[in-house]
């Protein structure tokens, strides 16, 4: 364990916490939950009688949300108190979706993204008037945060639980690894003989992490621009599947993009590190980012999918509104769910991961 962190280690609470239970709970009633979620979208499918490809991916996206709303709920009422006194965050949810609606007002109903949110998101389906996209931007603001908190709930309960035999798993010698996932994930160089794991914590004033929420939620955005551009610029999806249904599935999927950058994230804040013989220590974090964005590829493959919409005469006025629509929903997931995180569950994530790996270090060292 390095000096760096240790004035850090000394904030960590020894005994069953609120997030200890929360983590517990769901870690044991997740299996159960993907099971209603899947009857919740065969029920959805036969309800909506829409068995196409399209019809299918629309109900799976709705039925995850729904569950995951739901799931959501019972979190934030079990976690802990943010880090922002809750009259702050009130006065946000209140305020800023009657914002949105009246700026979006002014548009009136030639603006697209007014048809598809009292489309989706009215639950009276009435006209675009002020009064539907007011309960439009109050429906998908608390969508937003209910999901954030159901898939960051999920995330932080395995993560906290399960993360720290990754680490001890990297320490045993590699003829005796049960297998080489880790490895794997982590990207690490064959050449590299590992010889102890520790981790040098990113101090925590106990405040919100500004710098954390800004990376999480540019982090967030950027990747669901680049994953939905697979289908927003895709020429057979521009010609078979409407407008608003697009948005909508788009904006379905960028609600579970977390998983994909919370965890290299946390990696880097508790600062998983792999000594060796080589003179710099090897970060975990990097290897595991690297890992992900191997995946960026995919900006060659969007200019490629672009080029073909303009040889198949694809309407470029319909995939400029449909790309600007989604970059305004995207925006507001990305800030929602990077908010939740770091304001709810960041310190608690970060302590937990580091109190198991320590009490496990401890432990197998008092069995030797």
């Given at each position: 364990?390095d000096?760096?962190?240790?004035?850090?280690?000394?904030?960590?609470?020894t005994?069953?916490?609120?997030?200890?239970?929360?983590?517990?709970?769901?870690?044991?009633?997740?299996?159960?939950?993907?099971a209603?979620?899947?009857?919740l979208i065969?029920?959805?499918t036969?309800?909506l009688g829409?068995?196409?490809?399209?019809?299918?991916?629309?109900?799976?996206c709705?039925?995850?949300?729904?569950g995951?709303?739901?799931?959501?709920?019972?979190?934030?009422?079990l976690?802990?108190?943010?880090?922002v006194?809750?009259?702050?965050?009130?006065?946000?949810?209140?305020v800023?979706p009657a914002?949105?609606?009246?700026?979006?007002h002014?548009?009136?109903s030639s603006?697209?993204?007014?048809?598809?949110?009292?489309?989706?998101?009215?639950?009276?389906?009435?006209?675009?008037?002020l009064?539907?996209?007011m309960?439009?931007?109050?429906?998908?603001?608390?969508?937003?945060f209910?999901?954030?908190?159901?898939?960051?709930?999920?995330?932080?309960?395995y993560?906290?639980?399960?993360?720290?035999r990754?680490?001890?798993?990297?320490k045993?010698?590699?003829?005796?690894?049960?297998?080489?996932?880790p490895?794997?994930l982590?990207?690490?160089?064959?050449?590299?003989?590992?010889g102890?794991?520790?981790?040098?914590?990113?101090?925590?004033?106990?405040?919100?992490?500004?710098?954390?929420?800004v990376?999480?939620?540019?982090?967030?955005?950027?990747?669901?621009?680049?994953?939905?551009?697979?289908?927003?610029?895709?020429?057979v999806?521009?010609?078979v599947?409407?407008?608003e249904?697009?948005?909508?599935?788009?904006?379905l999927?960028?609600?579970?993009?977390?998983?994909?950058?919370?965890?290299?994230?946390i990696?880097k804040s508790?600062?998983?590190?792999?000594?060796?013989?080589?003179?710099?220590p090897?970060?975990?974090?990097?290897?595991?980012?690297?890992?992900?964005?191997?995946?960026f590829?995919?900006?060659?493959?969007?200019?490629?999918?672009?080029t073909?919409?303009?040889?198949?005469g694809?309407?470029?006025?319909?995939?400029?509104t449909?790309?600007?629509?989604?970059?305004?929903?995207?925006?507001?997931i990305?800030?929602?769910?990077?908010?939740?995180?770091?304001?709810v569950?960041?310190?608690?994530?970060?302590?937990?991961?580091?109190k198991?790996?320590?009490?496990?270090?401890e432990d197998?060292?008092?069995d030797?």
């Amino acid at each position: 364990m390095d000096a760096g962190g240790l004035g850090t280690l000394r904030f960590i609470p020894t005994g069953e916490t609120k997030q200890d239970r929360l983590d517990s709970m769901i870690v044991k009633a997740f299996p159960a939950f993907l099971a209603a979620c899947v009857a919740l979208i065969v029920v959805l499918t036969l309800y909506l009688g829409n068995f196409t490809f399209t019809g299918f991916i629309y109900t799976i996206c709705l039925g995850f949300a729904l569950g995951f709303s739901v799931l959501g709920l019972f979190c934030a009422v079990l976690s802990n108190r943010g880090v922002v006194k809750p009259a702050y965050v009130i006065t946000a949810i209140i305020v800023l979706p009657a914002a949105v609606a009246l700026l979006f007002h002014q548009f009136g109903s030639s603006m697209e993204p007014n048809n598809f949110l009292v489309r989706f998101f009215d639950m009276f389906g009435g006209d675009v008037s002020l009064i539907s996209l007011m309960v439009s931007t109050y429906s998908i603001t608390l969508m937003m945060f209910l999901v954030g908190y159901g898939v960051v709930s999920v995330i932080v309960g395995y993560f906290r639980i399960y993360f720290y035999r990754v680490l001890l798993s990297l320490k045993s010698p590699p003829d005796k690894r049960k297998n080489h996932i880790p490895e794997w994930l982590f990207q690490i160089p064959d050449i590299i003989d590992i010889g102890s794991v520790e981790l040098e914590p990113e101090e925590d004033d106990g405040k919100f992490n500004k710098a954390l929420f800004v990376n999480t939620a540019v982090s967030l955005f950027l990747l669901g621009m680049v994953i939905c551009s697979y289908m927003f610029i895709n020429p057979v999806f521009l010609q078979v599947i409407p407008f608003e249904e697009m948005l909508f599935i788009g904006i379905l999927l960028s609600l579970f993009m977390s998983p994909l950058i919370i965890p290299w994230s946390i990696v880097k804040s508790i600062g998983a590190k792999i000594v060796s013989s080589a003179p710099r220590p090897f970060y975990l974090w990097k290897g595991m980012r690297g890992r992900l964005y191997q995946g960026f590829f995919a900006i060659t493959f969007f200019m490629m999918l672009l080029t073909m919409s303009a040889y198949l005469g694809m309407d470029f006025f319909r995939i400029l509104t449909t790309y600007l629509g989604y970059m305004v929903f995207m925006g507001l997931i990305s800030v929602v769910t990077s908010f939740v995180y770091v304001n709810v569950y960041y310190s608690g994530f970060k302590e937990g991961i580091i109190k198991s790996y320590l009490t496990s270090v401890e432990d197998d060292g008092n069995d030797k």
